[in-house]
């Protein structure tokens, strides 16, 4: 933060030192107003481009995609949008265009409005004429490839695009987006770090547990209740001498005046505590974007307030996912069930308060979690608690969006390799007495099978099979194994799948481990769909309405149920007996300090 701080002009420090003073958090002050500014404008950063495609899981081969990649995808949506609004709210383009600045967060509306007043004049005498998003991306240079259109033929009114003058070389509008801002390279390279890392930005002890929520803080690895001292984090075997000091951060430290022991000891010893990991991709992480965000009828003031701290989420909810999820009570943004495997340990265990680490990583491969995710783990084998670990890559070892896909996709012996290689590691830092526990790929059919022929939020017809025809064209599709009009294709993605997944039984049975046993279950999608529809619900109600490619809120809470009952018919020993001082724990310390 203090690297970020140094580097800003006099204008941003301002804005910095005035964050400071209302928020009162000068490190988080400084790392938000950095993603303030290369938020602001995603149409106008190149290097915040790639910064968004590593978040959201896009192949580094493909991040610049075709015909102008994700610049062209935003501003066919974003003038879509713009057109539609027009009509909703009965006005000119022109008074559209003059109020969307605000709705965003105060520090991204300035960029806003200098990207208004470059292409403002343009959007508004295009769509004045009737030209279609796809059209005015075409006319005004964002896009370069005709046959990709999002929005279906009833809007489009030219077969043939020609370039404005204004934006041929040397025209008066030519000159590159990139060029209405300043360069932010350097916050860029900072927050990169972090995803990179996947490691807390904020934690002054290095002890891998932060005090802040986002950007890799205690939204995803259980609160560090001291970050001024790498002895203090959550999971670590208390020690007795000091019962004052609440060294693993579970909300129970001091002496009982009737016996004379320590908190800790008297309702702790003996109770089999236990952390809980998952080793994932971003289905683990709970990616998500609000379909606020893209409906036009709910588009409006109030709707970005939390873009902000929803980009230094990485746009995924680890408070709310299947494994980690630790909230009461799901966020509005969010909305749904609420229930983790780490609350299931919680409940069983009170001791077992803020032990949990969501390892996930948005585009997460097995390669990937052998070289660098699994590092990120933070687990002392002589001064920690064992593990409930889940290994959880659901799908892109399948996933790409390269047209010639099926030299893309992971060989079942180099996957099984990684696996390997990565339970070695593990072997190395997870206390004896952990378990692992392996989930399997999905069966991404489901997807297009349920969603294919539903409008997505964006609206005006799009439907999704539209979408997925425009990113593959695009060549930026998360998926295009899945999410595919070709059956064939799609039947060759779960080919693979099967292939993959017969390897984690493979290894069970070829390999033994020092430190931790094994355990595997199919992803199960499946029995969370009976479940759905046994109470009236429909299948397409379980996946996210935006990307059209993730389990939503009420899958994950649904996904925690099943593999919780699993495991307890099948390994109840590996869950822990039920702490008999959770009552007293309770009546003690309430809320155990929250999270």
């Known amino acids: 933060a203090w690297r970020i701080g140094r580097a800003f002009d006099s204008q941003c420090t301002c804005i910095v030192y005035d964050m400071r003073v209302q928020k009162g958090r000068m490190a988080t002050a400084l790392c938000l107003v950095a993603l303030c500014f290369i938020a602001a404008a995603p149409l106008a950063s190149a290097s915040f481009h790639d910064l968004m495609m590593k978040f959201m899981g896009h192949d580094p081969a493909l991040r610049g995609g075709l015909g102008g990649g994700g610049t062209c995808a935003a501003c066919s949506v974003v003038i879509g949008l713009v057109d539609q609004l027009a009509v909703i709210h009965d006005e000119p383009v022109a008074d559209i265009l003059s109020k969307v600045c605000g709705w965003l967060p105060s520090e991204a509306q300035e960029p806003c409005k200098k990207i208004v007043t470059k292409y403002g004049p343009y ?37 043939t695009v020609e370039l404005d003058e204004d934006f041929l070389p040397g025209g008066r509008s030519s000159s590159p987006l990139q060029s209405i801002m300043s360069p932010w390279d350097f916050i860029v390279k900072e927050v990169e770090r972090v995803f990179d890392s996947h490691e807390p930005l904020v934690d002054f002890d290095n002890d891998l547990h932060g005090p802040e929520k986002t950007l ?22 208390e020690d007795a001498s000091q019962p004052e000091a609440d060294k693993n951060c579970n909300g129970i430290k001091g002496t009982d ?28 992480a709970h990616f998500h974007i609000p379909p606020e965000y893209l409906d036009p009828t709910k588009m409006g003031p109030g709707v970005y307030k939390e873009l902000i701290s929803t980009l230094a989420n990485e746009f995924d909810w680890p408070q709310q996912s299947s494994t980690t999820a630790f909230v009461n009570q799901a966020d509005p943004d969010c909305p749904g069930q609420i229930a983790s495997l780490y609350e299931f340990m ?27 995710i699994v590092r990120s783990l933070s687990r002392d084998q002589n001064k ?39 339970l070695e590691y593990l072997d190395t830092k997870l206390p004896k007495g952990s378990k692992v526990v392996f989930v399997g790929l999905a069966d991404g059919r489901v997807l297009y099978d349920n969603m294919h022929d539903r409008e997505h939020p964006v609206g005006r017809g799009v439907k999704y099979s539209d979408l997925y025809n425009y990113l593959n064209c695009l060549q930026l599709s998360p998926c295009l194994v899945w999410m595919n009009t070709n ?30 046993e094994m355990a595997y279950y199919d992803f199960p999608f499946g029995e969370v ?51 008999p001082n959770n009552d007293a724990i309770d009546k003690v310390f309430g809320d155990q300090g929250g999270y």
């Open 216 to 237: 890799r803080g205690s939204d995803w690895r259980g609160k560090d209740c001291n970050d001024w001292d790498a002895n203090i984090y959550p999971g670590r075997i």
């Open 384 to 422: 920690d608690h064992p593990v409930l670990a889940f290994y959880a890559l659901i799908g892109n070892d399948v996933c790409n969006g390269h047209p010639d896909y099926e030299q893309h996709m992971t060989k079942p012996e180099e996957f099984k390799a990684n696996v390997i290689s990565a």
């Open 123 to 159: 959007v508004i005498k295009y769509l004045g004429n009737k030209m279609s998003p796809d059209e005015v991306c075409l006319k005004v240079n964002l896009c370069t490839l005709p046959q990709c259109r999002l929005w279906p033929k009833e809007h489009q009114t030219m077969e």
């Open 487 to 516: 059956s064939t294709i799609r039947d060759a993605g779960t080919a693979r799948a099967v292939e993959l997944n017969e390897q984690y039984p493979a290894i069970i049975q070829e390999r033994n481990f020092t430190n931790f």
């Open 346 to 372: 919680r409940s069983r265990n009170r001791c077992n308060h803020r032990d949990f680490q969501n390892i996930a990583v948005n585009g997460a491969r097995s390669g990937a979690m052998n070289s660098t």
């Open 529 to 579: 769909e009976e479940i759905w529809k046994q109470g009236g619900g429909e299948v397409w109600q379980l996946i996210e309405p935006v990307d059209g490619f993730h389990p939503n809120q009420n899958a994950m809470a649904l996904t925690a149920k099943v593999l919780y009952q699993k495991l307890e018919k099948d390994h109840p020993d590996w869950l822990g007996p039920i702490n």
């Open 257 to 284: 005046p009737e016996t004379g022991k320590s908190y800790e000891e008297l309702f702790c010893a003996d109770s089999q505590q236990m952390g809980t990991v998952i080793l994932g991709d971003s289905a683990a």
